[in-house]
């Protein structure tokens, strides 16, 4: 067992920082946005150095309390590079923040931003299962919070209904919780990992259905993904990039963690214990979603909606390819993860550029490359990516996703099936807005300029989507180190927290 | 040495196509005469159409332009090329270059500059005059292909002089025997390939003015009917040869020709015109029926070429 | 080159195709002419459709001021050597519309005519004849009206452009009349 | 390890009072009821995590001469970290009741409704 | 070794360059041209047999990819690569709205398809190429309709590629290995042992190549990607594009050489003679819908994959004189209808319209345009001595001599009909009356004409030699282990039933036309007279107020044969897929309705979700 206690500045900066920023708001509004991009760099910068210095697996052990007794941070290689990408994330939206935070309370949205970012880091690294829940409840108070800023009042709608949903959830997940414990007695997810077994299997099952669904509200799975629309249309853009590119990749990482490591049963193919698989469970789920997730973005007019439908079928997308339970599955799963987050991300601050010069309906779009080239071919980028066209990002997670339902085989090629079809779907409204940008005469001809501020976390994002799609290396190698720890939950997850204990 | 050779060829040459010129204007003098006998008439002297052609090649003309000419003498000239590949009785000018599907394409050839010519005359009369043989070539074109086709695969060779060998040594031994299904269709389609009644749409002169010919005069109505009469000589030139097993000389080839020409003739005397999409519909049925009959015929008798 | 022009004017004699202009009640002498009672095609000669592929140009009857102008257009389109027969008394005289403020009295003061064919009507076995007439005339060499036409143009010009003038399009004329008033 | 399922009481009450709340969201279309629906369910789930802690046999989890803490080999303490999760909790869910009532106050000073499904209209 | 890499790594320089400098448009073309040219240099050092590999970390596994020439990797890389130059050279003059980076972007993909020896670069590339074609079709119009045409496409391909993509992991499952080979020559082993299985394996593959050549039932989108695409682009589009499909069928189809016991038709394994008959009805269907358009770029569009399928038709029998007859008529197919289609390009580019009712005449405007169109369509209608005849004569041997009649028939039919159109197409373009609009245009440009003598040239030449395109085809038929046909010289063409000299026919029409001129030339004097002076049934022209245009017959050319072939029109597989998007988009928009914007609704949903689990959790209980 690794310690490095210093990696505890990876949570409680952010979320010293926050709190601290009205402070800094008394003197000057625009140093609580630069704080915000500072504590983000510093947050970055120490994640790639965990990253490329090869700290990781680590653990970070507070006051002695030597897990699975105390509370403690875990960072393998999943939580490094999904700690980067969302740090990332965060600190290209905080720049993009610096330009368009100009509503309302400038201060308290930057206070709420970077308690989000700091919560879901907190989310990825915890070895401790309440602890999930309570960095749950603090992004979902501060995602809450920001979903309700912006001009519009139905912000406000979309806001309420995500916490009415959230809070749902998060009660499900708490009931699971509790179920668990009064099973084995202790909250480290190390040592519940190893002791499922001994567990009553009908309240494990029972337990697992709780916690799925209550997990399945932030990962965005169909039915209980209601809020992802109106959430996600209502919020400003930089919001909802948040929401996709962060939010939604803690929704996942704490479902595959609880799920994989958590109830986990080491095969060929990873499945759980209790009665009832939880693997099969998410995989339908997972195809539900992106089936219902494409089909409703066809139809929408509205460029945000779709997005945002979009947003949550390719969430099911990444919940099939967890479903899959090896490692290659897990492997596409974190990989289409990545792009996402960095696509989606970026189309949602394309599209805010956008919507600040006009509408955001679908045939806004048209003409854009005459008003803008530089955000019409950025656009066509991140749509390319999403679409797993090569060249680009998205092509590796697709290949490797399809790859790895038909090794798996079975009923996994009829999901696949169902799974592409839905991608010749999303292709189809994709190109429909592609062909828009390039071929329409715009309506108005006045151009867009796009300061420098918003230009360099798009150019920031698109340069990095082509750079793995040219090197998937980049991403691939931690991603399928990230993969192991997920099927191998023993050696992957467990031994390295608690060193001492026996599987059963 | 290969200038003798293709001085000798040339020569030749000049004669077959001096012999097919006459053949095919005595061909359509007789038949005028046979249709003037038929309505009762006296009718003009059987070489009328020497006369006339003469005539037309010494009166003045109009020209609409360069592609005007090269038009109308492309639309001549292949049939006159095509002509060197028909074994012609015993003889033939190329026969290892006999290939049938060489030239039915080459006579397309003539076609396609026939077509040219008149169309760039501008008039609308030969458009529509064009549209409707070309229609009408739609029709015709595919039951000879299922003729052609089942008798390249019934003699296994796709040489016209090598189809006429396999069928010396008697009456028994000719194609006409063989697949009388077959030679019913191409008998028919003949009829419409020298564009007789009941399949003169194209040219029908109180309609559309004699439709392509329309802007044509003097040389250049000429040159149409040089390819007329090679044209009735070379088609059914190729009918003798597939299916009435050509012949020892020239005489009873012409015999055999005009045989099937009077046929010919006989049904132009007494069926009127149809209209277009009829005649190309008419082929797309009894003779395709006919020749895709023939061909299941011969498929089942001749069973699969080793190949 | 005497032989020459001998031997093709020999066979244009006998072989004439010819274009037929149908203006009148002449036209009704035509289809017994062609067909099996009198059969003029015995002499090569056949009805032929557009004015480029015909040598002679046949008009049956009076000739209107609006249809002298389609007579001659479509004489000039011809090509030579070409000939032309009048038909009927209406194109020797105007007939019995001699008086008519509308219908032309000579057809030779506009084009060339190589043959006039007297009567009203002539009968079958006139036109025969004057196509036998033809016949010899462009045998010997003596039917040029179509040389005439080129040579004396002018003359024939200021005949036509004399009578075509009152054609001129109705309303022109009611406009200058309205300036004048 | 503790029996906890022997509080049927206390148990069937959690149950009672989530479902109560749930019953008062689905049912409800005012927001402020809304959000008093989702306080049950929170007061549900806390009585929940009360009563996984003990037994009506248990004793306090704290060591003195009289209190055994094992009897015939069982331990019967009271488990006393649920305690400190329930106040987590209800520290949470009043966090988020406030900011659900903070986002209330906005739309109805927006919308001029609390009524869910007017609002839905408005926003079409 | 380095010039394999050549291949690939200067098309994509030059595309970058090209994308950077792409506001300078001369320059643009400049740069795109060079690089073509360049790549041509590298091509030319390239031998048979020369392959370079690297292995690539990925999916946890070490995969070899790899690059290899094969003698049919070589034959289509020429002919891509040759008419790309020809096609770039030809647009440093026309203003065509073509990005060039994307051309050449779809060439390093189109050399790296050829050149690939593992499915996973295969795959790769063959998307690569998709999108940029998409790309470069959305340049076209800029209009709603364009957009459709490339989406249409889109659609299409990416579904065929998806399907191709199944194909290739369920084969990688089965081999575990992703090398061309290996897995072709996997199914050849199990051939026997799993029919069944190999053909449903294959038959993903073939839907990929099938919609991208084009082939019946998938032909539909390739009238609207063509009417709509940039002008420049078509030609590549339709002559080089539209072959990949015929390089993926020419991997698989050596598997039916081991296909021998299966159930057949006249000795020919059933799979083929599916094949064969795709194509076939490709042909007729693709000739039959030319009939009836107007739009230049569509007709030339149907005639496209029409001629696919006759090519489809022969490589599919995979005899000696089929694999030669197919490969042959590609070649053939694209300089015949690079030539149409450069020249379609000039038209349009000097009169601006795509409608070829209005146009007319334009022989006397562009007498050397007119030429090369006029030499196109006679080489596509396959008439000697022009290249095609050779091909399509073959075509037809190939399939007699299996006793395929009826199959035979209907690609005759598609022949004669394709004479059909290009008169069509011939007369309304270029032939009739000229209309008054056009009097101010001008002949092409002098590097136009340069282009369209070397058209010219080359379908002469290849027609009377084509022994120079049949030497390296028989190499490629002896690379796939069937005996080549015999030659005999530069200019025969040997067929099953009968072999031609191309010299001493192409001498014969020489001479005939020699006479014919002499002919032409001692018969009576003509005059020449404008296009006005024509019958017109007495009336006067310019009293009838007649224009050009009025004196144009070819709005609806072929109207009478509407009637008949109605039927054929009636199958509307085009209604198929769209009515298959209708559907989708309805289902679409009836789920959409899941979110009503109703909280208590999401509430619902979530509630019942659970219940559900919950119950389901009960009965495994």
Known sequence: ?504 | MVIVEFLIKLSQGFGIGALALATGLLFGGIARKIMARIQRRYGPPFTQNFMDLFKLLSKGSVSHGWAFDLGLVAGFVPMLAALMFLPIGPFTLFPSDSSLIMIVYLMMMAYLGMAMGVLASGNPNSAIGMSRALMLMAGYEVPFAAVIFSIYFFSKTGYLTQIVAMQSGGFMNWNIVKMPLGFLAVEIVLQGMLGEKPFDQAIAPAEIASGPMVELGGKYLGFGMIQHSVALFLETGIIVDLFLGGAPNFWIFIAKQFVLYFVVVLVDAILPRLRVHEATSFFWKLPLFLGILQAVIVIIQGGVLNV | MSEWTEIVDYFRGRSMWMLHYCTGCGAIELPPTMTSRWDMERFGITPMATPRQADILLITGYLAIKTLKRVIYTYEQMQPPKWVLGFGSCTINGGIYWDSYNVIERLDKYIPVDIYIAGCMPRPEAILDSFVKLKEMVQNGEAKGYEKYVKNYEWYKANQDKVLKRTKPVLERIEKVTKIG | MIDFLQNWIYLTGAMALVGIGLYIVLTNTNILRIIVGLNIVDSGTNLFIVTIAWHPKSVMPIYTATNNLVVDGHVVAADPLPQSLVLTAIVIGLGTTALALAIAVKIYQKYGTLDVRKIKEEDK | MSSLLALLLVPVTGSIVAAIIQRYRLAERLVSFSTFVVTLLFLIDIRVGDAFTWSLGFLGKNIEMGLQITPLSIFMLYMTIAFGVLLTFFDLTERSKMKSFLLLLTLAASNWIFMATDFLSFFFAWELMGWASILAIFGGRRTAESRHGALYYAMMSIGGSYSMLIGIFLLSNLTGSFSIQQNVSYLVSIMTVHPWWVLGIVSMFFVAFMVKSGIFPFHTWVPYTYGESPDGFVPYLSSVMSKYGIYGFLIFLPLTLSLRNVPGVLGLPWPNYTLVWFGSITAVVGSVLAFMQDDVKKLFAYSSFSNLGFILAAIALFTPIGLTAGLFHAFNHLLFNGAIFITVVAVISKVGITRMSEMGGLWQKMPLTFLTFFVGIASAAGIPPFAGFGSKWMIFQAMISHGLIFATVLLFFASIASFLYLMRAFHAIFLGQLSHKYDNVKEISAIGKITEVFLIGALIFFGIFPGFILDPINSIVGSFGLKPLPTSGYEYINGFFSSVNMVSIFIVVIVAFIFGFLLFAVSAKHKKVPQEDNYTAGQIPKDWNLTPEMYQFSYDFYEPMDKEIAPFLKIKIDGFFKGFGDSVEYLGSSIKEIFTGNVQIYTYLAIGGLVIFVIAGWIVW
């Open chain 1, 1 to 504: 067992m690794k310690t490095y206690n210093f990696a505890a500045l990876l949570v409680g900066v952010p979320l010293l920082m926050a709190f601290s920023i009205p402070l800094f708001g008394f003197i000057s509004k625009q140093l609580a946005k630069w704080i915000t991009v500072l504590t983000l760099t510093f947050e970055f910068l120490f994640s790639l150095y965990i990253l490329l210095w090869h700290v990781y697996p680590f653990n970070v052990i507070m006051g002695n309390w030597v897990p699975p007794f105390g509370e403690n941070l875990y960072i393998g290689s999943l939580a490094t590079i999904l700690i980067v990408v969302i740090s990332f994330v965060g600190l290209m939206i905080s720049i993009y923040n610096l330009w368009s935070a100009k509503y309302g309370d400038v201060v308290h949205f930057a206070l709420l931003f970077l308690m989000f970012v700091g919560g879901s880091i907190g989310l990825i690294s915890t070895g401790d299962i309440f602890n999930v829940f309570i960095f749950m409840e603090i992004t979902g108070i501060s995602s809450y919070a920001l979903a309700a800023y912006g001009p519009e009042r139905r912000a406000l709608g979309g806001a309420f209904k995500y916490l009415v949903i959230s809070s749902i959830g998060s009660t499900l997940y708490l009931f699971g919780v509790l179920l668990i414990y009064t099973q084995l007695g202790t909250l480290n997810i190390a040592e519940i990992a190893a002791r499922i077994s001994q567990t009553t299997p009908g309240l494990l099952t029972f337990a697992g259905i709780l916690l799925v669904a209550g997990l399945a509200v932030e990962a965005e799975l169909f039915p209980f993904n209601g809020w992802v629309p109106d959430t996600y249309t209502g919020a400003i853009n930089p919001v909802s990039a948040t929401l996709s590119g962060i939010g939604s990749v803690g929704g996942v990482y704490v479902l595959i963690r609880i799920v994989m490591t958590v109830f986990g049963k080491n095969g060929n193919f990873v499945s759980t214990y209790g009665n009832l698989d939880l693997m099969t469970l998410i995989a339908i789920l997972g195809t539900a979603t992106v089936v219902i997730g494409e089909l409703s973005a066809l139809v929408q007019t509205n460029i945000k909606k779709m997005l945002a439908y979009s947003s949550m079928a390719q969430m099911g997308l990444v919940a099939m390819a967890f479903s899959i339970g090896s490692r290659l599955g897990a492997y596409a799963g974190i990989f289409q993860l990545i792009n996402h987050s960095i696509a989606k991300a970026m189309l949602f601050l394309i599209l805010g550029v956008i919507v600040s010069f006009g509408g955001e309906r679908v045939e806004d779009m048209k003409g854009l490359w005459y008003k803008s080239p530089f955000l019409a071919v950025t656009f066509t980028i991140g749509a390319l990516s999403l679409l797993g066209l090569p060249l680009f990002g998205g092509f590796w997670s697709k290949f490797a996703l399809v790859d790895a339902s038909f090794q798996r085989g079975g009923w996994y090629d009829f999901i696949m099936a169902i799974v592409l079809f839905a991608s010749v779907v999303e292709a189809f409204y994709y190109l429909k807005v592609v062909g828009y940008i390039f071929t329409s005469k715009p309506a108005v001809s006045e151009k867009i300029k796009v300061e420098i501020s918003p230009a360099i976390p798009i150019a920031a994002f698109a340069i990095l989507i082509i750079a793995i799609g040219i090197f998937p290396q980049i991403v691939s190698g931690i991603s399928y180190s990230a993969a192991h720890e997920l099927t191998d939950k023993m050696s992957g997850y467990v031994l390295n927290v608690i060193p001492t204990i026996v599987g059963h």
